[in-house]
């Protein structure tokens, strides 16, 4: 679908370092629980989570 990402990430001890998306960008967190910051704030992301993310939005997990 053009202008979204879709995304599927293990965060078992897995980071990634800020950065952002050039598309709206959803994720399902389908194992372990996803650390988010956004906008300095923290957020966990258990399993069974969907993430939605602007573009250009800049955040690290």
Do not use: N
């Amino acid at each position: 679908m053009p202008g979204v990402e879709l995304f599927h990430a293990d965060f078992s001890g897995q980071a990634f370092g800020r950065h952002s998306h050039d598309a709206f960008a959803i994720g399902a967190i389908v194992q372990g629980v996803g650390g988010y910051q956004c906008r300095g704030q923290r957020y966990a992301l258990p399993a069974g989570t969907l993430s939605l993310m602007s573009p250009d939005e800049a955040h690290a997990g």
